[in-house]
């Protein structure tokens, strides 16, 4: 008997009553009743995740999804995904070795959820745990709660995991975790201390229910080079002023992330003369980008600022600043745009809002950079000038510092095995009960 066959005798058996194994092993002989309690040993260690988006597009979260089940899979674990049928990752999620893939009509299941509740629960009843990310109501539909009240309804013992990022005032207690949040059959796991605190205190969701795990960056792509010095130079030459102080702002050109706050602070250090040679870098895509190139013309500013494109490079962008500031007035959770500019070594300002001042301001002011009150032109340039008004050697103890917590407590790797550690802790406690 193979090690392919024991294993496949294992999952069979995994339906047998005690009674039932032990009269078989008893009539075989002994090395196939090693092979076989091998096999079913390597059995009791695998689990079974059942991983779950409702969104169609191919994002961060997607791709974070994606990843979990291939790690997963690597550690030899079983893994289903339950997608939309128009999903952009179904057939990403299908090149990955052993994972399987079910799919669903979302605009049928917003309709008539009803409809979809025997297939959900066959699909749950095999799963240890399941891993959602929480998303918005759909007509009657809403994934987390969905989940939960198909679990509850079969009396399955399947631990529900919901994931979720920037906190949205117009959700509800039941997208966390549905009938499950009365039991503490599920768990919620957040990006940032910010949204844990939101969905307590606005939500009701007990603090005991919900662990933070902070967003992790990449910090293998932002090292910095002389070749990546050059070329930085190239491609954002920023000319005027002579010996600019560049401040970046990296983000969709839209409402809430407030450009025109950043340009209008730039403004006063100039007519100040506080810090004349100024140069704010702008790069993203959105619909304000005339508002903006109109806004420059009427601030007088047009030498001071580069409004660039968007890029799938944003190295080179935190290469040619001093600074990043981040001065937005609307829904953020945790941005990676922060993370990323402090791991390539360069001291933020920020808004003192949502889960940003979590990395810059959560130490004694200074030593990442520093935090302003939303909204506060004034406050914003006093910021900036705190940092580009100091010696060179005071704003490289502040890069030092930024990059040191970052690679030490951000790392995309490190904070990855956590999420993966309490997935694979709750699926072995409801595999146990």
Not at 194 to 211: C, H, Q, R, S, W
Request: hydrophobic share 40%.
């Amino acid at each position: 008997m193979g090690n392919g066959a024991s294993a496949g005798i294992a999952a069979a058996a995994s339906t047998a009553s005690v009674d039932e194994l032990k009269a078989a092993l008893a009539g075989l002989p002994a090395e196939a009743r090693k092979k076989l309690q091998d096999g079913l040993s390597a059995n009791a260690d695998q689990l079974n995740i059942l991983l779950q988006e409702d969104l169609l597009i191919r994002g961060g979260a997607q791709l974070w999804l994606m990843n979990c089940g291939s790690r997963l899979r690597e550690a030899g674990h079983q893994v289903t995904f339950l997608l939309p049928d128009k999903s952009l990752i179904v057939d990403d999620c299908k090149a990955i070795p052993g994972a399987k893939v079910a799919t669903y009509d979302a605009d049928a299941i917003a309709e008539s959820p009803e409809k979809f509740t025997e297939q959900f629960t066959e699909l749950l009843k095999p799963a240890d745990v399941c891993v959602t990310l929480v998303r918005q109501k759909r007509g009657g539909f809403q994934n987390v709660g969905y989940m939960g009240e198909c679990i509850q309804a079969a009396k399955l013992k399947t631990f529900l995991i919901a994931k979720t990022g920037t906190p949205d005032p117009s959700y509800e207690p039941s997208f966390y975790g549905g009938p499950l949040l009365a039991t503490g059959q599920c768990c919620v796991i957040t990006i940032a201390k910010y949204t844990k605190d939101f969905i307590v205190e606005n939500m009701g969701v007990p603090a005991e229910l919900i662990t933070n795990v902070y967003n992790g960056t990449d910090t293998a792509k932002f090292r910095r080079t002389p070749e990546m010095a050059a070329e930085a130079l190239k491609r954002y030459p920023c000319a005027t002023p002579e010996n600019a102080f560049v401040v970046g702002c990296i983000g969709s050109y839209e409402e809430r992330k407030a450009q025109s706050l950043l340009l209008k602070a730039a403004k006063k250090l100039i007519d100040d003369k506080k810090l004349p040679n100024i140069h704010c870098l702008l790069v993203g895509e959105g619909p304000d980008k005339d508002m903006l190139t109109k806004l420059i013309d009427e601030l007088g500013i047009k030498d001071h600022v580069s409004l660039c494109d968007f890029t799938k490079e944003p190295f080179y962008v935190f290469e040619r600043c001093n600074l990043v500031a981040l001065p937005s007035t609307g829904k953020e959770g945790l941005p990676n745009v922060l993370l990323e500019a402090l791991a390539m070594e360069k001291p933020c300002v920020a808004t003192a809002k949502y889960g940003m001042p979590e990395v810059v301001g959560t130490f004694p002011e200074g030593t990442t950079g520093f935090t302003f009150p939303s909204g506060d032109v004034d406050a914003l340039a006093e910021a900036i000038l705190k940092i580009g008004g100091v010696a060179p050697d005071e704003q490289a103890k502040m890069a030092k510092a930024g990059k040191d917590m970052v690679f030490a407590e951000h790392d995309k790797v490190k904070q990855f095995e956590k999420i993966l550690e309490i997935i694979k802790a709750k699926a072995r406690a409801a595999k146990a009960a």
